[in-house]
């Protein structure tokens, strides 16, 4: 039934519960996941160090992704990547890059009026998604 799973992340609690969920199902599909951390282009991430001019965002990412990778049992093919963009238009593009069968996604985010204005990332991918989003509550 699935064969590709994807699994935006930043390296959260909810990030982590959308990914145990998904590698969960991938092993009853025998299917790939596909962990991908988006380096938001909409935030200010860019900086010199050094005299090198390094993207912090994309640093942060390569941290999370690395972390999480060690963590895996190896039971599942996990493929990471660091992709830069506004978080839901590349997340989309992503899972149609990778024909995502599925999206596996955490449900935290912003709250209150920013949520209100704005709405959160999760909840405008699942609106959006031409595939199935599966969200997943963090405890």
């Not at 982590?16 to 938001?40: N, W």
């Not at 990778?69 to 593009?93: K, N, R, S, W």
């Amino acid at each position: 039934m699935y064969e590709t799973i994807l699994v935006p992340t930043d390296g959260s609690d909810q990030a982590d519960a959308a990914l145990d969920h998904a590698l969960s199902l991938a092993r009853q599909h025998d299917a790939t996941v596909h962990l991908l951390y988006v380096a938001d282009s909409n935030r200010d991430s860019v900086t010199t160090l050094g005299g090198e001019v390094v993207d912090a965002l994309e640093q942060e990412g390569e941290r999370i992704l690395a972390e999480t990778m060690e963590g895996l049992d190896g039971t599942v093919d996990v493929v990471d990547a660091i992709e830069t963009g506004g978080p839901v238009e590349t997340i989309l593009d992503y899972a149609e890059l990778v024909e995502a069968d599925l999206v596996v996604m955490g449900t935290h985010g912003r709250r209150g009026l920013d949520r209100y204005l704005l709405g959160s990332t999760t909840e405008r991918v699942v609106r959006l998604s031409p595939v199935p989003v599966l969200t997943v509550r963090g405890e």
